[in-house]
């Protein structure tokens, strides 16, 4: 009759060797897992300033806008400002030019 168990025997070696191995591994992990921690904050700060350049962006784009219409205004006052004055020039000249015509021919029927 064999004495032995059927079966395999794992010697303390193995279980050592095998340990160390998981051990290695659990390290690697956790180093990867900390360089992921990592690259997650340095993604949620690249997310915060995207977020405060947007802002300052629709900040700017609202105040562009803001100056563009009152640039329109103004262009727009301006015109009418030179109409006005083209008008009073005019009305201004009308009367003028009566007269000097009226003149014209009061002197020239006086000759």
């Known amino acids: 009759m064999n004495n032995q168990e059927p079966g395999i025997t794992i010697t303390l070696r ?3 060797d095998s340990v160390q191995t998981v051990s290695d591994a659990l390290e690697r992990m956790e180093g990867k897992f900390a360089s992921l921690e990592e690259k997650s904050l340095s993604a949620i700060r690249a997310e915060r300033k995207s977020q405060e350049a947007l802002q ?11 100056a ?5 205004k103004e262009r727009s006052d301006k015109e009418e400002q030179r109409s ?4 009073t020039l005019i009305a201004a000249m009308i009367p003028y030019l009566v007269s000097a015509g009226l003149l014209a021919i009061s002197y020239l029927s006086n000759q």
């Not at 006005?84 to 008008?87: A, D, G, L, V």
Request: no cysteine; proline share 0%.
């Open 14 to 16: 193995e279980i050592y």
């Open 84 to 87: 006005w004055f083209k008008r």
């Open 68 to 72: 563009h219409t009152q640039l329109l």
């Open 56 to 66: 300052v962006a629709q900040d700017a784009y609202k105040l562009a806008e803001d």
